[in-house]
């Protein structure tokens, strides 16, 4: 029910502040906001994949800040990462101070980003907790803390301060080697803005479309012969060891038709609806990306770990464009039935994977991984959980 409660308590706030337009008592009920996604996820116990994972390499680490600092080649984790764990142990030696170090961390920077990039945040709030908070929070931990310090480097590289922005990314660097894909994403970025120039108006979807298929078909074609050849000029070994990991996957037909779905059609959607708002041509630079790396897939599956970058600026594609819908018109009425037909669109491709069954254990749906919710108060530990987990730690 917790998590049922506050998607409606955010939800609210969605409509009251930036539909309905209300002003008083704003700040307030941000703050709050924040305070109760920081609470959870930093006061969980036990909720989520890849935190049993994290337990573990904290429960058999150094018990001190120096011993676990220097112990960077027994986890092949990253400096950052390390450094991180090695303060939250000076506060406390139990995972629940780091949880909530990482929750002050993750969920500052994204309200920060959030509230800076668009007015209408209480929705973009809402729409990060629906669909992207677990995730983030609960699963790709060290990711997450790259991905918040690309959030910190965007204005940076919107205003061509690369070198603040380089800064970042190296900081990124330090947390996950999956943020080498932010050190190309400068010409990507330019790329963006200059298929924006080539297509203009309505002949930008066609043109995007037209690129994104040619790559996704070209991928499926010459797959195996780009995976033989790129892993002998990767010099760094975690990031080596990563894509032969990602090769190792196979596409099934399905597979390749619910790719070019998630990460083509849909996209080509929000664009098309960005095209039509004057004020936005940043964020159709990223979804233009979104759609180039997505289709990409096919080349190699790690390339779906790229996304996780642009994610926060996808919040706001859907943010903007549920607003959009509302304010096209003075026929409110109607336009709240347009949001509302809309946002069941969008609630259902995000959520779907929710109820689909894990692959590795196919008696737990994927749900399992966040729900039920315990907390360090009662400390409970849900069977289901528990064996994912096991079967993780056994097979990792």
Not at 31 to 46: D, E
Not at 186 to 212: T, V, Y
Not at 343 to 367: D, G, L, Q
Request: charged share 15%; with cysteine.
């Amino acid at each position: 029910m917790i998590y049922l409660s506050i998607a409606l308590f955010l939800g609210w706030f969605s409509f009251y502040f930036d539909f309905l337009k209300m002003k008083n008592g704003k700040n307030f009920f941000y703050i709050l906001s924040w305070i109760i996604l920081v609470l959870l996820a930093g006061l969980r116990y036990k909720v989520g994949g890849d935190t049993y994972n994290y337990m573990y390499e904290f429960a058999n680490s150094g018990s001190n800040f120096k011993s676990f600092l220097l112990n960077s080649s027994a986890n092949q984790r990253q400096p950052g990462w390390n450094l991180v764990v090695s303060i939250s142990k000076l506060i406390a030696d139990n995972f629940t101070s780091l949880q909530i170090i990482l929750a002050l961390i993750v969920n500052t920077t994204f309200f920060w980003f959030i509230k800076k990039q668009t007015k209408y945040y209480f929705t973009g709030i809402f729409i990060y907790y629906l669909f992207f908070y677990c995730y983030f929070n609960f699963e790709i931990l060290r990711e997450s803390l790259a991905v918040c310090s690309f959030m910190l480097a965007f204005n940076s590289l919107v205003n061509r301060k690369y070198k603040l922005y380089y800064l970042f990314v190296a900081i990124a660097l330090l947390f996950h080697i999956s943020a080498i894909f932010l050190i190309f994403f400068p010409l990507l970025f330019r790329i963006a803005k200059r298929i924006q120039l080539k297509f203009p108006g309505r002949k930008l979807i066609l043109g995007i479309s037209l690129i994104a298929i040619l790559i996704f078909i070209f991928g499926i074609f010459f797959t195996s012969f780009f995976q033989k050849i790129l892993p002998p000029f990767i010099f760094n070994t975690i990031l080596k060891s990563k894509i032969v990991q990602y090769n190792e996957y196979n596409f099934t037909v399905f597979g390749i038709i619910s790719s070019l779905f998630y990460y083509v059609l849909v996209p080509l959607f929000f664009i098309q609806q960005l095209r039509k708002q004057y004020y936005t041509k940043e964020l159709l630079s990223i979804m233009i990306i979104y759609v180039l790396v997505g289709s990409s897939i096919t080349f190699y599956s790690i390339f779906f770990r790229f996304l996780n970058y642009l994610i926060p600026f996808y919040i706001l594609v859907i943010t903007e464009s549920l607003l959009y819908l509302y304010n096209k018109d003075s026929n409110y009425n109607l336009n709240l039935g347009k949001v509302f037909f809309v946002f069941i669109f969008i609630f259902i491709i995000f959520t779907n994977k929710y109820f689909s069954r894990v692959k590795e254990v196919p008696s737990i749906r994927w749900y399992s991984h966040w729900y039920p919710y315990h907390s360090v108060f009662d400390k409970i530990e849900d069977p289901k959980r528990k064996k994912l987990a096991d079967y993780q730690l056994n097979f990792k």
